[in-house]
């Protein structure tokens, strides 16, 4: 793999640890650590972090049926708790066969690898595949043909996207394959996908684009960007 240039965010890394990112996030943010040697080793330094903090408080009483309640809410929280260990950059989610292209937290999404990925067309050769998570964030992968321009546009909210195969360049850099690009309402871009082969990424976002031509915007609500 070619050496990674652009990481996570300390409040991205801050709010993974913590477990206060939407699904969507949660899900990029656990594909890239598991390329990324450097971010993954900022992420278990805010768990220290956080750890330290929680033995650090003052214990609050229990009542006696506080036993019954967790079992509870164990009981009632498998779904969720499959949920989480699909996005956790663990060990073992980390390796992958060195002919894969999905991480392996992706690939618990997915069902698999590339070929199990169910893609739609949007258009200019472009082709999409929305992933299943809560309604906090809309996470997709992308494939943009090589040498193809996505249309240009900005942001209302926050855009993940974390190249898995080949390379796009926009206005502000280049982004290989584990590279990651965080993208606010102060950035209008229109990434290219480089030539020799397509660009697949995995993008998150928590609001819709701001398209800046009227024909993405009319196909915007269909196509769910």
């Known amino acids: 793999m070619t050496e990674i240039r652009h990481h996570l965010t300390d409040a991205l ?8 990112l939407p ?17 993954r080793a900022r992420m278990h330094a805010f768990d220290n972090v956080g750890g330290g903090i929680v033995d650090n408080e003052t214990p609050e ?9 967790t079992l509870d809410l164990i009981e009632a929280g498998d779904i969720a708790q499959q ?4 996005v956790s ?3 073992t989610l ?7 292209v999905l991480p392996a937290p992706l690939q618990q999404y997915v069902g698999g690898d590339l070929d199990a990925v169910k893609w739609r067309k949007v258009g200019g050769g472009v082709q999409q595949a929305i992933l299943k998570t809560d309604t906090s964030a809309t996470v997709r992968l992308l494939r943009i043909p090589a040498g193809t321009a ?18 796009f360049r926009d206005e502000t850099d280049r982004f290989g394959t584990g590279d990651i690009e965080v993208a606010n309402e102060d950035l209008d871009h229109q990434p290219i996908a480089e030539d020799g ?3 697949i990424c995995l993008a998150a976002t928590d609001a819709p684009l701001r398209f800046n031509s009227w024909i993405p915007r009319i196909a915007q609500p269909f196509l769910r960007i």
């Open 83 to 86: 949920a989480a260990e699909a």
């Open 13 to 20: 890394l801050m709010g993974y640890s913590a477990g206060t």
């Open 197 to 199: 082969e397509d660009c």
């Open 23 to 39: 699904e969507g996030f949660n899900l990029v943010v656990a594909t890239h650590i598991s390329l990324c040697d450097e971010c």
């Open 94 to 100: 980390n390796r992958r066969a060195d002919t894969d």
């Open 150 to 167: 996505v249309p240009d546009h900005g942001h209302r909210g926050t855009e993940l996207t974390l190249v898995l195969q080949g390379a």
């Open 61 to 69: 009483p229990m009542s006696m049926d506080s036993l019954n309640q």
């Open 89 to 91: 950059p663990t060990d």
